[in-house]
């Protein structure tokens, strides 16, 4: 890894340090260098867990549709446990990963309640929930509403051409 602010070379480092008049002088100078370096390798580490979020995000919206993602299964493949993925993401976005991840299927589903005529058990498995009772009893915890009431509703707020969204629940 590359640090910008400490591109000289050694023979730079060692004249500049031997310059310098008191060993105090030497002192203060290498602590200088150590700080310059501490904060460069923190910042640079700040932007890869930065990345890292982004990545998992991503992974995420791509793969919500399989029932088998969930916290460890999106650790496995970034390589690290469910725990220190969870510290991370947590730290980060403010929310955990298993809510990330149900927090994404449940928007997907009202989309496809509002938008299509696919039944609700196939928007369950579309969304990745293998059971559509569970997924029925997620989306009313988080919404509010039954899928079927979500649905029934937006049609006939459709059909009295009202418009208005609804809230997830906090």
């Known amino acids: 890894v590359e ?3 400490i591109q000289q070379t ?6 500049e340090l031997a310059a310098l008049s008191t060993p105090r002088e030497q002192i203060h100078y290498v602590r200088r260098q150590y700080q310059t370096l501490c904060r ?7 932007k890869e867990l930065s990345k890292l979020v982004m990545e998992v995000k991503g992974y995420i919206i791509e793969h919500y549709g399989d029932p088998q993602v969930n916290v460890s299964a999106v650790a496995d ?3 690290l446990s469910p725990d220190h993925l969870g510290r991370i993401f947590n730290g980060e976005t403010g929310t955990t990963v298993s809510s990330y991840i149900m927090d ?5 589903a009202s989309k496809l309640l509002r ?3 696919v039944s609700i058990n196939d928007i369950a498995a579309l969304v990745g929930y293998a059971d559509a009772n569970y997924f029925a009893k997620v989306f009313r915890r988080k919404m509010g509403l039954t899928p079927s009431e979500y649905r029934r509703m937006l049609r006939r707020a459709k059909g009295e051409g009202e418009s208005f969204e609804i809230q997830d629940k906090p």
């Open 3 to 5: 640090y910008p602010a």
């Open 10 to 15: 050694r023979a730079q480092a060692v004249k």
């Open 40 to 46: 460069q390798q923190g910042e640079h580490r700040e």
């Open 77 to 79: 493949t970034f390589h």
């Open 104 to 108: 994404t299927r449940i928007s997907e």
């Open 115 to 117: 938008e299509s005529t």
